[in-house]
């Protein structure tokens, strides 16, 4: 059997694809951003904030969290998340050298 096309890329490449496809939806970056602001775990503002169901809201913090971009614990019977600081560091460090390898100059295309 072939190699699946994300095995020709190495780790950190498919890590840093792994969470900008984790950020590449605006309801998901819009939770980051609450997340960010209030510097707190949150359990159940986050429908009242964005607008969105239930349901719609906990699929997105799933896809976040399988992302390792946040963190959840168990408070009582809900589950209150914040950023994962450990993963936002690292990908914070990427994706500022990822920016940072382009020096600019004239461009190639016209």
């Known amino acids: 059997m072939g190699l699946t096309k994300s095995e020709i890329f190495s780790d950190k490449q498919n ?3 792994g ?5 590449a939806h605006p309801a998901r970056l819009a939770i980051i ?3 960010i602001k ?16 239930q349901p719609t809201i906990s699929q997105h913090l799933k896809e ?7 963190q959840g614990t168990i408070e009582g019977t809900s589950v209150c998340y914040c950023i994962e600081p450990k993963a936002w560091n690292y ?4 994706i ?4 940072a390898a382009y020096k ?3 461009s190639c295309c016209g």
């Open 19 to 23: 969470m900008m496809k984790a950020l």
């Open 15 to 17: 890590r840093l694809a």
């Open 64 to 70: 976040l969290k399988n992302a390792g971009l946040i």
């Open 33 to 35: 951003q609450h997340l």
């Open 104 to 106: 600019g100059g004239d």
């Open 91 to 94: 990908y914070q460090k990427e």
């Open 38 to 53: 209030t510097n707190a775990c949150i359990c159940g503002d986050l429908v009242d904030e964005l607008g969105l169901a």
């Open 96 to 99: 500022g050298a990822l920016f």
